[in-house]
């Protein structure tokens, strides 16, 4: 019988699509000469980079950076993908639980993953607004 996501969820295992989008996630890699950018690292020894171009209050362009593990890169992908093209008040909208819903069957025990992408993503914005 086939199992349900959230069986999945319990179980630790990573559903296929999760898989694929680890295995080429968008938006991955490092910027040259983001307008800002941000650092963080979990309290789990996993570690985030946000690159934001930014023009006009628009996320025009976003990429992550992370060396972490499969939920990781799948929550920074997925965090980027969602503030990419959207007006930073919007893209500072974007919450942890948003990311856990549509990345359905991350394991819940990887929910602390979200936090982590969302957070820097926050910070990445801050940078940008604090700039004098
Ligand atoms: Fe800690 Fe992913 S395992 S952020």
Redesign the pocket.
């Known amino acids: 019988m086939k199992k349900t996501h959230k069986e999945i969820n319990e179980a630790g295992v990573y559903p296929q699509e999760l898989m694929l989008l680890a295995s080429e996630p968008k938006y991955y890699g490092r910027m040259n000469s983001p307008t800002s950018s941000a650092y963080i690292k ?1 309290p ?3 570690e ?1 980079e946000f690159y934001l171009v930014i023009e006009d209050n628009v996320i025009k362009d976003v990429a992550f950076y992370t060396e ?2 499969i ?2 890169r799948v ?1 920074g992908s997925m965090t980027a993908g969602l503030a990419k093209g959207k007006q930073i008040g919007e893209a500072l909208g974007i919450s942890p639980k948003q990311v856990m819903e549509l990345l359905e069957g991350l394991p819940v025990n ?1 929910s ?2 979200t936090i ?1 992408a969302v957070s820097t993503l926050y910070k990445a914005i801050a940078d940008y607004l604090l700039k004098p």
Do not use: E, I, S, Y
Request: proline share 0%; with cysteine.
């Open positions: 979990g789990c020894g996993d985030m972490g593990c939920a990781t929550c990887h602390h993953c982590l």
